[in-house]
Structure formats: C-alpha cells, structure tokens
C-alpha cells in the first residue's frame, strides 16, 4: 500500500472552524479547518446520505444535517447517534499553501515468471 497525494484545495479555501466538500478521484471528502489544523474525512454520512460539508462544525466535531449524528473530524469516530459506524478519514498535509490529501493506492507486484 502506497498513499498517492494529491492537492484538493487552497489552504485559504477551509474557513477556520468550518467545512468545505471536494471531489476527487471519485472520493467526495470533507475539509475542516479546527484552531488551524486542516483535517480530512469522507464527505457522506454513514448514517444516512448526507453530505457532512452541509452540516456544522462544533470544536472538533462535524453534525451532519439530516439526522444530527455527530463525529471527531479527527478520528472520524461517530460521537452522538443515531451513527454508529466511523467516517473514513484521510492524512492531510500542507505545502506551498495548498492542502493535499493521501489516498492509498494497492500496487499490485508481479512474480517472474
């Protein structure tokens, strides 16, 4: 396993102490900006089908609009039902002010023959 980075957005594009949605790779992602530090984790509910970069950042936690489940932007566990199962989460870096975010990639060796 290999993590692939790839830039998502401007550093300047994650309000601090909220949320933006980004696509890429097929992935729909959440960016949070929590006391300066980006964070990254799936952009849909894993209770129902909602899109978290709709919801509301409190502290380190993200409410999804649907049914108000709540989860640690940093670990993507589900803090408050009626979510039970975590968020996926990404590792996030910063460089030349723009935020990357590493998704894992199988490489796939061959035996010789």
Known sequence: MTIHWLVVAPRSAVPEGDVIGVQVEGHEIALYDVDGEIYA?????????A?????F??????????HQAKFDVRSGH?????????LRTYNVRIEDDQVLVGLEQQINATAPA
């Open 41 to 49: 984790t799936a952009n849909i509910c894993t209770h129902g089908n």
């Open 57 to 66: 950042v409190e502290g380190h936690e993200v409410e999804c609009p649907l």
């Open 78 to 86: 589900a803090t408050c039902g009626p979510a039970s199962e975590r």
């Open 51 to 55: 899109r978290l970069c709709d919801g």
